[in-house]
């Protein structure tokens, strides 16, 4: 059984920063890549960032130059720096790791509100 544990939301406004952090335990062995979500209710949810344990990154063209996603030197945990925040930026959060058999698992999810 696989749990992922997300912390660092809440109430900022517009231009500042929050940080992220989701540590993955339980039965894990490896880790293709751990990510970064978000949702708002209404919307689909999107892509936000994700890193591979083999080091490359990925984010979405609406969070570029702004928000950093990294990987702690503790194992199974992924941080999700976010600078500049817009109003925009606000939704749930979720954190997502994905194992090389395939099978994915999804944080609690964080509020980020940023607000005007």
């Known amino acids: 059984q696989v749990q992922l544990m997300e912390s660092g939301g809440g109430l900022v406004q517009a231009g500042g920063s929050l940080r992220l952090s989701c540590a993955a335990s339980g039965s894990i062995f490896s880790i293709s890549a751990m990510g970064w979500y978000r949702q708002n209710p209404g919307k689909q949810r999107e892509l936000v960032a994700v890193?591979?344990?083999?080091?490359?990154?990925r984010y979405a063209d609406s969070v570029k130059g702004r928000f950093t996603i990294s990987r702690a030197n503790v194992e199974n945990t992924v941080y999700l720096q976010m600078n500049s925040l817009k109003a925009e930026d606000t939704a749930v959060y979720y954190c997502?790791?994905?194992?090389?058999?395939?099978?994915?698992?999804w944080g609690q999810g964080s509020q980020v509100t940023v607000s005007s």
């Open positions: 890193i591979t344990f083999g080091g490359s990154t």
């Open positions: 997502n790791v994905q194992l090389p058999t395939g099978w994915a698992y």
